[in-house]
């Protein structure tokens, strides 16, 4: 905390293994008009590394709203990922891919509310805006093991959307978050 109203932080964080699926319809043509589907699943996980700076925008009855942004890296990682299809004239088709992993630039925006409890202790609620970049899985094996092109399948534009409750504690606690007292009044005569 620089002032009363302007701080800074640098965090890590591992965002644990969440599944993915999708489902896909398509029609397309190759010798002849065809039609099928494709169902995507795989798992995908972040270590995530921000500097995040904050705007304190006042405080009342000790509750003080807030904004903020930050900047830093994500290490997006795509793991089991199956693609298993069937077409009208083709027959079934299932595909693999390796765990890939690829580091992004993210960034994120803040908002929130934080209470101060003491002059040491603020509890906060805060919601977070995330945006981690691209995900890619391991180049697409079919079943029987074969594969003539590099083909990963990219998701595009991973976000999350965190509301985070935490607890602040300051070993220094500096100023506290209280208006300035006026003078005393003083009478003459």
């Given at each position: 905390r620089f002032n009363n109203w302007f701080?800074?932080?640098?965090?890590?964080?591992?965002?644990?293994?969440?599944?993915?699926?999708?489902?896909?319809?398509?029609?397309?043509?190759?010798?002849?008009?065809?039609?099928?589907?494709?169902?995507y699943?795989?798992?995908?996980?972040?270590?995530?590394?921000?500097?995040?700076a904050y705007a304190d925008l006042g405080t009342w009855w000790c509750i003080t709203p807030f904004i903020g942004a930050g900047i830093g890296t994500a290490r997006v990682t795509i793991a089991n990922f199956t693609d298993v299809g069937q077409t009208t004239n083709g027959g079934p088709s299932s595909a693999?891919?390796?765990?890939?992993?690829?580091?992004?630039?993210?960034?994120?925006?803040?908002?929130?509310?934080?209470?101060?409890?003491?002059?040491?202790?603020?509890?906060?609620?805060?919601?977070?805006?995330?945006?981690m970049g691209d995900?890619?899985?391991?180049?697409?094996?079919?079943?029987?093991?074969?594969?003539a092109i590099n083909n990963p399948t990219t998701f595009k534009g991973?976000?999350?959307?965190?509301?985070k409750l935490g607890v602040r504690w300051a070993i220094d606690p500096g100023p506290a978050y209280m208006p300035p007292m006026p003078p005393p009044l003083i009478r003459k005569g």
């Open positions: 701080r800074a932080d640098i965090t890590g964080e591992y965002r644990g293994s969440s599944t993915l699926n999708g489902y896909e319809v398509n029609t397309f043509t190759a010798g002849g008009l065809q039609s099928g589907f494709n169902k699943t795989g798992n995908k996980s972040e270590w995530l590394i921000m500097a995040n693999y891919a390796d765990t890939a992993s690829k580091w992004n630039f993210a960034w994120a925006v803040h908002a929130g509310l934080a209470y101060q409890v003491n002059p040491n202790v603020t509890l906060e609620l805060a919601y977070r805006y995330l945006n995900g890619v899985t391991g180049d697409i094996v079919t079943y029987t093991g074969t594969n991973l976000t999350s959307h965190d509301v």
